[in-house]
């Protein structure tokens, strides 16, 4: 205004006032005088104005009209240039706003006549502008003629007019409408009375609005009317309107000016009573309208939507939402709700295009929308207008890729053929590739099952920038670029998501700080403030539950749509940015559904974040349970169902890696796009920043991340982290390089999500180590069964999760440990390996991590931390085993020292060690046990010591590996040195825990139970390392039972001393006979198979080649241990008060092991016999042990004397008997230390000593290869323990006694020996030698008659049993004694190394005792006993055994030492007999003797073919001195012997004389053969005793006689019998038998004539002559033969016939004389 009323302004106006009336005058001075002259007088009247006026414009002002009135008059002249001359006045004056009412309505007036005129219409517009712009006079009637004369020109035929009219239109209402604005800005302050309004009774109503505001809402009022086709009832004058116009008009006001409509309840009234109805009733052809239906169907006929009604429909319905929504909640209701339908499928292109463009303006008003869920959602019975709205546009989506829209040519055709594995990686062509060369740009776009939408860069975030809404210009609908609609839609969800979260998620921040503050303000003192602020605090906590229910509900309501089109736009997404937002959308929703404890929401979120991150198809049951659940809960939109739809199967992404399913069945190989990996970063984020509010859904994120790491191939490395890994089987991942750059900053992801785990809170902690056990869980199903690589991404976590949260490690151990147990049982290796890799690294971070209070103050924590390492233990897979042990070793290498009460624990998982476990295994337990050992005894508490004990005891009992086994026992030794040393330190602590133990106990009132209880603790402790080493000594392998046996008698031996005495007692019973126990049943039950080698090359020697041998070594040391201590302790064991019984128990041992069927056994058995008595033998140098010693036997099995000879060196002959017994007699006493003085002790052995021999000595009842004979050094022992032993009991040795004795003597001579031992025993079968046993029975024997010799009358009595022994003993040499009926060969035909049975050579052994039996006859011939007992009827009786086998006895020295036996005895016995001839004590002995002669002289056996001629002679001058022997012996003294003995003789020396024949003799020899010698002295005692002794009985001359006929006759026959043969045989020589029995004949023939010529005559009877003549023809007959050898014996026969012949005698009568 200024620059209009300035003076130089004002003056200038006047100067162009007077200029433009002086124009007007010149124009109008021809043709318009009137207009002339008032154009003058209007100059006079403007000059006067100025002069009179001080205020120049307010006085033009006042007479504005008449300074007017030329310019109308101008106007009037419808002249152009005069016209156009007027209005550049008027405009002036107007623009000077020198102008009033009145001149303002005469000016409108004369413009109207103007546009009725159709003049200077453009002019006419800028007139009223500039009228009604500069000021407000211009009101009522007159504004109402201004604006109609505006809209009349804009419905002129020019162009230009209607556009600028147009233009003006909408500046004149803008400008009434901000004069109302203005107006209530004047009258702000005052505050007038509201006058009540009446209703709606008169529409025009209006009287209490102020002017202005009264214009505007007839104006208003007015273009309702108008757009709803009424008369208005202001703007008088319209003809014509437009309803696009007119809709412009309103949306432009609603927009501009929403303030006046909100601050007058006029307004508001019409903007319910008119504006909305009028927006409904332009609805209606939209709503009715169906794409593509039938107009035939509805009667009449649809009115088709017209594009630009419909889009400014739009936008006023955008207008009136956005500006009024709070006055028109009904109202907008129905307006949501139309929009919603106008996205339906069947609605067309354009009209969905705006509705969504309209739909996106709300949704960048997060405010607003917040609204709608308060005021329709929440509300019962109202539509859910925001939950349609989400659905609706999801629908929308669903439905632009289900129908592709018409014209869209470039689709590509539905490639539902082709699924993903089908063509990995080529790339489909498709319309979003532009040129497909090198630099091919792919244009961003979805893409689903075929249908291709490309996504256009329509607005920018946060801002809904529309097209078509501002289309005004368009009359025909526009077509809409390909997509459009779809990338509107989409930002419109964008926008949704963003709004609504940053929304909430600020309110929540806002409610949490402002909960915070006003907790923190509610702590202070005073009380006036703690009341206010908890008032405040309740009202703030009702404002926070009243928002939080908006936002579930908001979330409530939207979450389904949104998640049903982002998961589909995600899958269709081929655009990196595109699938960013769209999972960044999903991302926050997820995180808010999280904050405000929605669970499925949130849950559906992240499952649908997962699916996009796995391949399409991909079978994850966690997510696919997910989906399922959501699909069964029906969303409807207004009865349309919202549709889960499934991903599509062709991917239009790059393949950026191609790897395996994590599935239970190989499955081929799956891909992964760049977009899964974008899925996948997006989940990690999730995971990272928002972990807190996941709980549950933790399971879904880890499944997936374990899936996706398992198709990249990423495998756990030290610590849980994961790196990249080649996959173990099947085609193995491949990998782009894209993704391998990717892969570690991923993996890193990972690791840094479970580091942050340490900044959740504990139930966030629990949600997530529960998620990691499950997915384990399902893991370790799907590794059941197949020894595939496993998945193990859980455990790999579960470790990093528990190593990262160290600090609260209690609340998270037990669940944690637990389920890694249950890995490490898992039958997979690879899953079980990580279980315990897992397990093991979090023990021993948890032990070496620096808790607060520190472990050493927290034993409860330490023991939780060590008991899962325990409980590995009840897991037999060894390699989870080797974990544990070797965790165990570390722990012992960092922690050994600081165990305290940690040590039952980790001794307690060595000891669980099984001997089953392997090698490695035991090995590496054993490496901590000697670590123990060897470093950590003093530290650890000394209960635990026995605890080592039975540890140490376990390893030795593992059958695995011998040398952990030895070396075990060798710990126990260390231990014992241990206690040894430390004894006094350990007792005194020992005592002390006893002492608390012991109160405890009383208290609880039960008994204090522990082994070895009476025992002191410490006494216990040794038991127990005797009880552990006594187990050892009957581990099945030898060599441990060896290295124990020795270790414990070793120890009791060294440290035995340290025991209480009572104690012993303990150890006697409890240890060493409950060992003795065991190791004779387990020897007794041994197996006899043989052991093929010691396993590898090892070689095992004969002695030890079966179980049972092995055992016997181990017998054999056990027995020789505990007789030591027997022996070495004897002085604490005396005392003990049952040693007796302890004695007889030890016996009962010795004597069952003697007679174990075992060589070594039961000679150590005697050994230690001999030992416990205390009897030590020297063993002489000379004499080496008989058997070649076993492997590793450092021991001599030998015992004491009893070795025989070595090898293949035989003893002399001249070691007689005398030398051997010697050694008992005074020269070498046997050495007995220590007498025993009980003789009952010394009974109780020899009892023993005779069950050991008989049960030995007694022979098999059958008998077959495996019996048992006990060998020769046991039997040897066994006697030679016999004499030293008799020393002690001969007092009391009774006949009994004796008996017993010869029983076991004979039984013991009787066993034969076995063929592989033959060759030791038996040097060579030629060499007569004893053997050791041989000469210890006669020792014992040789004993015992010293002692019968020297001792009382009594004992004298035994003689007769003495010699009965020696006897039975030197039957052996012709008989040797059967053992049992075991079958004995000959040593000759034995093969060594064979299991046979060889009979002694008992021949020496029978020669030797024949020779004592002389010996003692010699020396006791006259013994009362010797007369009774008929001992040499016996020794007779014995002898002629031999003698009649003669050359049959197995020696030939034996029968000759039988008879020059025979003749001692005879000479001693002989005299002896005859004396006693009456007592009729030796009657039975004569026939005896007579048999014995003749079994002899006349032996069946027939002497061997190699025997020589001077044997022969030899043997013949031995029958010659018998025979001599009965001529001087018996003979003589017939008169003291009985006659049947003397006739016995007689028939003997008859037989003598005549049958010598021996018929194996060659010819050469068969003159010396025929024993002529002994025939010639038999004949001649036979013919001397017959007929030249005068005593002879007639008798005895009869049998003389009978003899020579018998003999004489049998000539006879013979003679025949060859004569006849010899003539039937020819040529043929006849056999040999007989010529030798021809030969015999003749010569015997020629014998008898011979000693008949030297007998006296008068003996000889006549008949034997003639017997002898009538020989001679036979002879005779014989001369024909062909033999030369018979023919030179009968020529030696018939030669004395000569003295038969005599001349014929002359007289006959001689002869009958």
Request: glycine share 4%; with cysteine; aromatic share 8%.
């Amino acid at each position: 205004m200024a620059g209009t009323s300035s003076p130089e302004a004002v003056k200038k106006l006047l100067e162009n006032m007077q200029g433009d009336l002086r124009g007007l005058s010149l124009e109008c001075r021809k043709k318009f005088p009137p207009v002339k002259e008032a154009a003058e007088s209007g100059i006079i009247k403007v000059k006067t104005i100025a002069a009179r006026n001080t205020d120049i414009l307010a006085a033009l002002k006042e007479n504005s009209s008449e300074v007017v009135q030329p310019f109308l008059m101008g106007c009037g002249t419808k002249e152009p240039k005069i016209t156009q001359l007027c209005l550049a006045a008027i405009q002036r004056l107007m623009s000077h706003e020198v102008v009033s009412e009145a001149a303002a309505g005469n000016i409108i007036n004369m413009l109207w006549q103007l546009m009725e005129n159709s003049l200077e219409e453009l002019k006419l517009l800028q007139t009223v502008l500039v009228l009604l712009t500069t000021n407000t006079v211009v009101h009522d009637e007159a504004l109402s003629k201004a604006i109609v004369l505006c809209f009349r020109l804009h419905f002129t035929k020019d162009n230009i007019t209607n556009n600028t009219a147009a233009a003006t239109v909408r500046q004149v209402v803008t400008v009434v409408f901000e004069r109302v604005v203005a107006e209530d800005e004047r009258y702000k302050d005052i505050i007038d009375q509201p006058v009540a309004v009446q209703g709606n009774s008169n529409r025009r109503s209006v009287s209490t609005l102020k002017p202005c505001a009264k214009d505007a809402y007839m104006l208003f009022q007015d273009l309702c009317q108008l757009v709803n086709a009424d008369a208005p009832y202001w703007l008088v004058g319209m003809t014509e309107m437009t309803r696009t116009f007119g809709l412009e008009l309103l949306e432009s006001v609603l927009n501009d000016f929403p303030q006046v409509f909100l601050q007058h309840q006029e307004f508001s009234f019409l903007l319910k009573e008119r504006v909305c109805p009028l927006v409904i009733k332009l609805f209606s052809p939209n709503i009715k309208f169906r794409q593509g239906s039938s107009t035939s169907s509805s009667p009449a006929p649809v009115e088709k939507p017209y594009f630009p009604i419909c889009m400014r429909l739009l936008r006023v319905v955008s207008v009136l939402i956005k500006q009024f929504y709070s006055l028109l909640v009904t109202e907008c209701e129905i307006f949501l709700s139309l929009l919603v339908k106008f996205l339906d499928a069947d609605k067309p292109q354009w009209l969905r295009a705006v509705a969504v463009e309209s739909i996106h303006r709300l949704c960048v008003q997060p405010q607003l929308l917040r609204s709608f869920c308060q005021s329709y959602d929440m509300k019962q019975h109202s539509t859910k207008v925001f939950r349609d709205i989400v659905n609706a546009l999801g629908s929308f989506i669903q439905s632009l890729f289900l129908v592709p829209s018409t014209g869209n040519t470039s689709a590509t055709p539905n490639q539902t053929g082709s699924n993903a594995s089908g063509n990995t990686g080529s790339a489909q062509t498709n319309p979003g590739v532009l040129g497909m060369g090198g630099g091919a740009t792919v244009l961003p776009a979805f893409e689903y099952r075929g249908t291709w939408i490309p996504i256009l860069n329509v607005t920018v975030q946060g801002s809904a920038k529309a097209t078509y809404l501002e289309m005004l210009d368009k009359v025909e609908p526009p077509t809409i670029p390909e997509g459009y609609a779809m990338s509107v839609a989409f930002h419109c969800l964008l926008d949704l998501v963003r709004g609504i979260t940053t929304m909430i998620e600020g309110e929540l921040g806002d409610t949490e700080t402002v909960t915070q503050t006003t907790a923190e303000t509610t702590s202070l003192p005073a009380q006036s403030s703690e009341q206010q602020d908890s008032q405040s605090l309740s009202d703030q906590s009702e404002k926070e539950l009243v928002s939080r229910a908006v936002w579930e509900e908001m979330v409530n309501a939207c979450w389904c749509g949104l998640l049903a089109a982002l998961s589909l736009l995600l899958d269709a997404s081929t655009d990196e940015a595109a699938t960013e937002n769209i999972l960044k959308a999903e991302l926050t929703m997820a995180a808010l559904c999280g904050r405000l404890g929605l669970v499925t929401s949130r849950d559906a979120f992240i499952t649908a974040i997962c699916k996009g991150s796995l391949p399409p198809h991909y079978a994850l049951t966690v997510l696919n349970s997910t989906t399922a659940a959501l699909s069964s809960k029906s969303y409807s939109i207004q009865g349309q169902n919202v549709q889960m739809i499934s991903p599509s199967s062709e991917s239009h992404q790059q393949v950026v890696a191609v790897g395996q399913p994590l599935a239970l069945q190989p499955q081929g190989t799956v891909m992964l796009t760049s977009k899964n990996i974008q899925c996948m970063r997006t989940l990690l984020n999730l995971a990272h920043f928002h972990g807190a509010v996941l709980g549950t859904s933790w399971q879904l994120v880890l499944a997936t991340l374990q899936h996706l790491v398992w198709i990249l191939g990423l495998k756990p490395s030290v610590g849980g982290a994961l790196k990249p890994g080649r996959a173990v089987e099947g085609p193995s991942t491949v990998l782009t390089t894209a993704v391998m750059t990717d892969l570690p900053s991923i993996s890193n992801m990972i690791s840094k999500l479970f580091e942050n785990s340490q900044y959740l809170d504990d139930v966030s902690l629990h949600h997530l180590i529960n998620a990691l056990c499950s997915l384990s869980l399902e893991a370790m199903d799907m590794a059941y069964g197949n020894n595939k690589e496993p998945s193990l991404f859980a455990v790999a976590k579960l470790l990093e999760t528990g190593l990262v949260n160290m600090r609260r490690i209690e609340i998270l151990w037990r669940p944690l440990t637990g389920h890694l147990l249950e890995v490490c049982q898992h039958p997979n290796s690879r899953m079980r390996e990580w279980g315990a890799e897992a397990l093991t690294s979090l023990i021993k971070a948890g032990l070496t991590f620096r808790h607060d209070p520190p472990l050493s103050q927290n034993q409860r924590l330490q023991l939780l931390l060590l008991n899962p390492l325990k409980e590995l233990s009840n897991i037999s897979h060894p390699d989870i085993r080797i974990k544990q042990l070797e965790c165990v070793l570390q722990i012992l290498q960092s922690q050994g020292d600081s165990l305290g009460p940690g040590w039952p624990l980790v001794l307690g998982v060595m000891g669980a060690i099984q001997s089953d476990q392997g090698e490695s295994l035991i090995r590496t337990a054993f490496q901590c046990l000697q670590l123990v050992v060897t470093d950590f005894l003093p530290t650890m508490p000394c209960t635990c010591l026995q605890i080592v004990v039975e540890v140490a005891g376990s390893f030795g009992l593992h059958n695995q590996e011998l040398n952990i086994s030895l070396t075990s026992i060798g710990l126990l030794w260390n231990i014992s040195d241990y206690f040894f040393q430390r004894g006094e330190i350990i007792e005194k602590e020992l005592n002390r825990e006893e002492a608390v133990l012991q109160k405890q106990a009383e208290e609880k009132g039960v008994v204090l139970n522990r082994p070895f209880h009476p025992a002191s603790p410490f006494d216990c402790l040794w038991l127990c390392l005797y009880a552990k080493l006594g187990e050892l000594c009957v581990d099945p392998r030898p060599a441990v039972r060896k290295s124990a046996g020795q270790t414990l008698f070793s120890t009791i031996g060294a440290h035995g001393t340290l025991l209480q005495h009572s104690t012993w007692h303990t150890v006697i019973w409890k240890v060493l006979f409950h060992l003795l126990d065991r190791v004779r049943e387990s020897s007794t039950t041994a197996d006899k198979e043989k052991i093929e080698s010691g396993g590898g090359n090892i070689l095992i020697h004969h002695s030890r080649d079966t179980a049972e041998k092995q055992w016997a070594e181990t017998w054999v040391l056990t027995l020789a241990g505990v007789a030591r201590i027997f022996n070495t302790r004897r002085y604490l064991l005396q005392p003990l008060g049952d040693f007796s019984q302890a004695w007889d128990v030890l016996l009962d041992h010795i004597q069952s092991a003697a007679l174990s069927k075992n060589n070594e056994v039961s000679l150590a058995a005697l050994k230690s016999f001999q030992e416990i008595l205390q009897i030590v033998s020297p063993v002489r140098d000379s004499e080496k042990p008989e058997t070649p010693p076993a492997i590793n036997v450092s021991v001599p099995l030998v015992v004491g004397t009893t070795t025989a000879t070595s090898l293949g060196r035989s003893f002399m002959r001249t070691d007689s008997i005398g030398e051997r017994i010697g050694r008992y007699n005074g020269s070498e006493p046997p050495v007995i230390t220590d007498e025993i003085e009980d003789l009952n002790l010394w009974w109780a052995a020899w009892n023993s000593w005779y069950r050991i021999g008989s049960e030995s000595t007694r022979p098999p009842i059958t008998c077959d290869k495996l019996t048992f004979i006990p060998s020769q050094p046991f039997l040897t022992a066994l006697i030679q323990i016999f004499p030293a032993l008799y020393q002690h009991i001969k007092t009391g040795f009774s006949m009994d006694d004796l008996q017993k004795l010869g029983v076991i003597l004979h039984g013991a001579v009787s066993v034969p020996i076995s063929s592989d031992a033959s060759p030791f025993i038996l040097p060579s079968y030629t060499e007569a030698v004893l053997t050791s046993l041989q000469e210890a029975v006669l020792t014992a024997l040789d004993v015992l008659q010293k002692a019968i010799c020297v001792g009382s009358e009594s004992m004298q009595i035994m003689y007769p049993a003495i010699f009965d022994q020696l006897l039975a003993f030197v039957e052996f040499s012709c008989k040797p004694p059967q053992y049992g009926q075991l079958e004995t060969k000959h040593i000759a035909n034995a093969k060594y190394n064979q299991a046979e049975w060889v009979a002694l050579n008992y021949v020496p052994f029978a020669e030797r005792s024949l020779e004592v039996v002389v010996d003692l006859y010699q020396k006791t011939a006259c013994h009362k006993a010797v007369v009774t007992e008929k001992v040499l009827q016996n020794i007779i009786k014995t002898l002629r055994i031999p003698l009649s086998l003669k050359y049959s006895c197995p020696s030939e020295s034996t029968w000759k030492l039988a008879v020059s036996s025979l003749l001692k005895v005879l000479s001693i016995g002989l005299p002896v007999a005859r004396q006693h001839a009456s007592s009729g004590k030796f009657d039975s002995m004569w026939p005896e003797l007579a048999n014995t002669f003749e079994d002899f002289l006349f032996t069946k056996s027939t002497p061997p073919d190699n025997l020589s001629i001077q044997e022969f002679q030899k043997n013949e001058s031995i029958d010659v001195e018998v025979v001599q022997l009965i001529s001087t012996e018996i003979l003589p003294y017939a008169n003291f012997i009985p006659k049947e003995f003397v006739g016995q003789i007689m028939t003997m020396l008859n037989k003598g004389s005549i049958h010598s024949q021996s018929s194996s003799f060659t010819e050469a020899e068969i003159d010396i053969r025929m024993r002529e010698e002994f025939s010639k002295v038999c004949f001649e005692t036979l013919l001397q005793f017959s007929f030249s002794n005068k005593v002879t009985t007639p008798q005895e001359g009869y049998i003389s006689r009978m003899a020579l006929s018998v003999l004489l006759k049998r000539s006879q026959d013979v003679l025949h019998r060859y004569i006849e043969d010899e003539r039937l045989s020819g040529k043929c020589p006849l056999p040999r038998q007989q010529v030798t029995e021809i030969i015999f004949v003749l010569k015997a023939v020629s014998t008898l004539i011979d000693s008949l010529k030297k007998t006296q005559p008068e003996n000889v009877d006549a008949s034997t002559w003639a017997q002898v003549i009538a020989l001679y023809p036979t002879l005779v007959e014989c001369i024909t033969c062909s033999s030369s050898e018979v023919c030179s014996a009968l020529k030696e026969a018939l030669v004395p016939f000569k003295d038969f012949m005599h001349p014929p005698a002359s007289k006959v009568q001689n002869g009958e004389s």
